[in-house]
């Protein structure tokens, strides 16, 4: 298919479109390179720059592309800074990726798979979560993810757009030759191989008297390899609807530290810091859907498998991408 990917220089974006090409796929990708990176982009795809906010340039670049299909991960996704600008959020997620949309109606796209979260769920009363769950978001980016998940199923009703959307957990881990680099990093994964590296003295764990065993939150790991891999499924003919993906398996900011420390073979100092506004204590997938229904199979559902192909990237990678 000829598929049309926003967000393409991300991190997610750019596994999942090595991933495409190498299952045979045409790939655009388009970027406005905020948080991407050119050279995050796989040779093989065409490369577009370019912003959602800008209308005709979306609906424009779309036909062009003559896309059969959208893969939408443009967006911003940080839970903490959605705290501090909430505007920033609806504004990308929503109202840019509304641009999007009707670009796709308009060029007749057959699918579009959607990047959503399972921060639309806030603080779940049940665990593991399946896709039943009321969804609450106790921070504006899950809000964000949430009104998108709306519009897109009044477009499936009002237009016939068919959609699949997808509510990550915690994506991680690396592809041999596309990882995670931000240029503000966040993410607890990379800070902490980042102590290992010897690139920073010590890593912060936010928060240590959660309702959790060892007080800290609890996270669904997902390789990055398999989520790209259930996009791929998503594209086929049919496939409908809202699913979680993750591994079933949570782990706690304490285990990730001593994962970190396994896989690398150096100690790792942490700090412990106040709680970060926002974060839900505990958040662990059912995606049971997902295998039945895409007959999805992860490859990497062990930490220490995802986090030793982070190390990896990482160890290859010490400054991340040059551009
Ligand atoms: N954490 C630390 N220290 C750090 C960084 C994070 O203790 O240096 C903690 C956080 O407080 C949280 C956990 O580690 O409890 C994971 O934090 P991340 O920032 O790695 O990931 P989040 O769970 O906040 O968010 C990520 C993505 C979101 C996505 C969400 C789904 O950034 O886009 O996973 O759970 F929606």
Redesign the pocket.
């Known amino acids: 298919m000829n598929v049309f990917v926003t967000g393409g220089a991300g991190y997610i974006g750019s596994v999942c479109v090595e991933e495409l090409i190498n299952a045979g796929h045409t790939v655009t990708v388009f970027d406005n390179l905020s948080e991407g990176h050119r050279s995050a982009v796989d040779p093989r795809a065409r490369f577009l720059l370019g912003d959602l906010a800008d209308r005709e340039l979306v609906a424009r670049s779309l036909t062009e592309a003559r896309a059969e299909a959208v893969i939408h991960f443009a967006a911003h996704?940080?839970?903490g800074e959605s705290m501090q600008n909430p505007g920033k959020y609806f504004r990308n997620n929503v109202a840019n990726g509304l641009n999007l949309l009707d670009a796709a109606v308009a060029a007749h796209v057959r699918k579009f798979v959607f990047s959503s979260?399972?921060?639309t769920y806030g603080v779940p009363e049940q665990m593991p979560m399946d896709e039943t769950l009321p969804q609450r978001p106790v921070n504006p980016?899950g809000e964000s993810k949430l009104m998108f998940e709306r519009m897109l199923q009044w477009y499936q009703q009002l237009h016939g757009l068919e959609f699949v959307a997808f509510r990550?957990?915690?994506a991680a881990g690396a592809s041999k030759k596309f990882g995670e680099h931000h240029r503000v990093e966040?993410?607890?994964?990379p800070?902490v191989l980042k102590v290992a590296l010897g690139q920073k003295e010590q890593?912060?764990?936010?928060?240590t008297n959660y309702p959790t065993l060892d007080g800290?939150?609890i996270?669904d790991y997902i390789h990055i390899v398999d989520l790209a891999q259930a996009h791929i499924l998503a594209l086929a003919p049919g496939k409908q609807g809202f699913f979680n993906l993750g591994n079933g398996s949570g782990y706690s900011?304490r285990e990730v530290i001593q994962a970190c420390e396994r896989v690398s073979g150096r100690s790792i100092k942490a700090v412990e810091q106040p709680r970060?506004p926002g974060?839900p204590p505990r958040?662990v997938a059912a995606a049971d859907k997902a295998l039945r229904e895409l007959d999805w199979r992860p490859k990497f559902p062990k930490l220490e498998d995802i986090v030793a192909t982070a190390w990896d990237w990482h160890r290859r990678h010490p400054q991340g991408y040059r551009d």
Not at 186 to 189: A, E, P, Q
Not at 203 to 207: A, E, V
């Open positions: 996704a940080l839970v979260t399972c921060a980016y990550y957990f915690n966040t993410h607890l994964i800070n890593c912060d764990i936010f928060g800290t939150c996270r900011v970060r974060d958040l």
